[in-house]
Nanobody, 125 residues
Framework: QVQLVESGGGLVQAGGSLRLSCAAS????????MGWFRQAPGKDREFVAA????????YYGNSVKGRFTISRDNAKNTVYLQMNSLKPEDTAVYYC??????????????????WGQGTQVTVSS
């Protein structure tokens, strides 16, 4: 069992920055990779970023490349999402997810085993 808790969401103006955190607990030694997804009202959950628990492999959705950076601190069992140059269209609930193994892709919701409850990010113009 892995428990994930997101934090760091809030209200920010367009062009601003925000850093989200996701703290993992439980069987964290089983984590293979962690990712961030987001979901805006009326839309499907969208892949944002993912990172391998070891190594330097990172993956980003096209809509956030060059603006968002995912990182990790294994000692703290925490992953971060640094969001820069925020746009109103980035407004969504951001979810942290973990997977215990590679399941074909890091880009799809079904590849992940555990999910946090989400944190709201609102970007105003």
């Amino acid at each position: 069992q892995v428990q994930l808790v997101e934090s760091g969401g809030g209200l920010v103006q367009a062009g601003g920055s925000l850093r989200l955190s996701c703290a993992a607990s439980g069987r964290t030694f089983s984590i293979y990779a962690m990712g961030w997804f987001r979901q805006a009202p009326g839309k499907d959950r969208e892949f944002v970023a993912a990172i391998r628990w070891s190594g330097s492999n990172t993956y980003y959705g096209n809509s956030v490349k060059g603006r968002f950076t995912i990182s990790r601190d294994n000692a703290k069992n925490t992953v971060y999402l640094q969001m820069n140059s925020l746009k109103p269209e980035d407004t969504a609930v951001y979810y942290c997810a973990s997977t215990q193994g590679y399941q074909g892709s890091f880009y799809y919701e079904f590849a992940y085993d555990y999910w946090g409850q989400g944190t709201q990010v609102t970007v105003s113009s």
